[in-house]
């Protein structure tokens, strides 16, 4: 019994760090062009600017600039180096921001190499997030669905999608959302996995076969509640939200509660819309300046409405530690 | 959408002791995302999905916007709920302080805003909230059993075709309450009312 005891007590004292470590924002897309660099960036500087200590990490491997989001200067060192080290910790490889508690480890590597990044690597990159020095680790990830990005975008406890109001940029974050929830199938037991098929060929009704995620969960729900269980605490461990960039109109400004209710009936999961960006050329302005846009034009209604979504997310940090 | 079919509440996402109010803003927003030609479903849904989906909606929204209609479906889901809206804050309320916040500069003239602040209720103003809500005329005319001209009048100002005031003090309470506004406020601020007096 004694010794059991000492056990639980070592278990948990390893696993502390893990619980402590900082908490793991992932910002992704469908397709490129869409604000993901502008918004991760402007989340971190939004963060730290409330006295939290924020690290961005551009996993945007390949395409890599957050650094010029940043307005910093090309990274010396970069998450390249990193994967090559064997006696480093990450949080050597992170880059200080001026005057915020802030810092960025850079994917600005221009190996061939770096963009294609091979499974342990990515599962070092993973494991080591847990572990940098931070309240925040924002993950600015490339556009697609490329394993590797869905990985790092299901290893975030929240996800946050941006879309344009345009329909290419909406298929693909529905194609992405559709992705990202079978990459985390995986995460559930084989047999769970395997009900999970089945119930997707089904018939629903007169003719046609189960086809959302919502359907076939609540199939699941009916014929084998204690597996629909576990599959509906793998989904819940994330939490995903949607950013509408680039609005022009003003109906635009419907397309992101729209799209949460779509996205609800049809994965069964809630998509949080946060709140939309106006098309503003201030942002090019100051990406042209090499200057971050948040603190270069912070009266701006984009830069505000980015400071809300920050202190939103925050207060649901702090009401969920609560 | 789903194996066991959704009760009217869980299809259009509201409580089930939402006020009117809730229930004509959950209304407009599924009808708005589930049209024919919807951008935020592009590529999720197809058609028939699409025409099933509002279907539903459509079935929803006119059991539960009528007072009757609802209590009996209530008994049906074995609901027993308080009349009224159980004190909650409507969803204006709540969607009001969010305009302010967040969209009073950008959007002046909002539809929200105009119909918390109006100190006139013109026959305009009525069918824009209206048509902001996605309600038919036809849809009022039906719940109500007011005659389509009496309404159109109304919305007109059209003094030509308007019933006596009497009477059509009475109208435009129904009308207002199908509306999402509240009656007594738009009877005291309608223009051909305050005309008569």
């Not at chain 1, 390949?62 to 949080?91: E, Y």
């Not at chain 1, 572990?131 to 869905?150: M, S």
């Not at chain 1, 509408?244 to 009936?265: F, I, R, W, Y």
């Not at chain 2, 909002?110 to 602040?117: L, P």
């Amino acid at each position: 019994m004694h010794e059991n005891g000492h056990a639980a007590n070592v278990v948990r004292l390893q696993r502390q760090p893990e619980s402590c470590g900082p908490r793991i924002w992932a910002v992704a897309s469908g397709k490129g062009g869409v604000g993901k660099s502008l918004i991760s960036s402007s989340l971190g500087l939004a963060l730290s600017r409330q006295g939290r200590r924020v690290v961005l990490v551009d996993l945007d491997l390949g395409g890599a600039n957050l650094h010029t989001c940043l307005g910093m200067p090309h990274p010396d060192v970069t998450l390249s180096d990193f994967i090559d080290s064997r006696d480093r910790t990450i949080n050597e490889f992170v880059q200080p921001l001026q005057d915020l508690p802030a810092g960025l480890i850079s994917g600005a590597a221009d190996g061939l190499e770096v963009a294609n990044l091979k499974h342990f690597q990515k599962q070092k990159i993973i494991r080591n997030l847990r572990h940098i020095h931070a309240d925040y680790v924002i993950l600015d990830l490339g556009a697609g669905t490329a394993f590797n990005t869905l990985d790092f975008f299901i290893a975030a406890e929240r996800g946050i999608i941006s879309v344009v109001p345009d329909p290419t940029s909406i298929e693909n974050t529905y194609r992405f959302l559709k992705c990202a929830f079978t990459r985390r199938l995986r995460e559930v037991p084989k047999q769970t996995r395997k009900l999970m098929a089945r119930i997707l060929g089904m018939r629903q009704g007169e003719k046609r076969r189960i086809r959302t995620l919502a359907a076939s969960l609540n199939a699941m729900q009916q014929l084998h509640p204690e597996h629909a269980r576990l599959l509906q605490g793998e989904l819940a461990r994330q939490k995903l939200h949607l950013i509408v960039n680039q609005v022009l109109e003003p109906s635009d400004t419907e397309l992101g509660p729209s799209m949460a209710l779509a996205c609800h009936k049809y994965f069964g999961q809630p998509l949080e819309y946060l709140g939309h960006l106006n098309h503003d050329r201030q942002i090019i302005t100051a990406l042209r300046g090499r200057k971050p846009f948040l603190t270069t034009y912070p009266q701006s209604r984009a830069a505000i409405n980015l400071e809300h979504m920050a202190a939103a997310l925050l207060d649901q940090d702090s009401r969920s530690e609560a | 959408m789903s194996g066991k079919t959704a009760n009217y509440y869980e299809l259009l996402e509201i409580r089930p002791d939402a006020s009117n109010m809730d229930i004509i803003n959950a209304y407009r927003q599924a009808k708005l995302t589930f049209k024919a030609d919807s951008m935020a479903t592009y590529s999720l849904f197809d058609e028939e999905e699409l025409r099933q989906m509002q279907e539903q909606i459509e079935q929803a929204y006119a059991t539960l916007s009528n007072i009757e209609k609802r209590r009996v479906y209530d008994r049906q889901l074995g609901l027993s709920r308080e009349e009224g809206a159980s004190g909650r804050e409507t969803a204006d309320t709540v969607q009001d302080n969010v305009v302010t916040l967040d969209g009073g500069a950008e959007r002046p003239a909002g539809i929200r805003y105009r119909m918390a602040v109006a100190t006139v209720f013109t026959g305009r103003l009525l069918r824009e909230v209206r048509e902001f809500r996605g309600i038919e005329l036809a849809a009022i005319a039906e719940h109500t059993k007011i005659s389509r001209q009496y309404l159109q009048a109304i919305e007109d100002e059209d003094e030509k075709h308007l019933p006596e005031p009497a009477y059509l003090k009475g109208y435009l309470k129904q009308y207002a309450a199908e509306i999402g506004l509240d009656p007594e406020r738009v009877v005291g601020r309608y223009p051909p009312l305050q005309r008569g007096d």
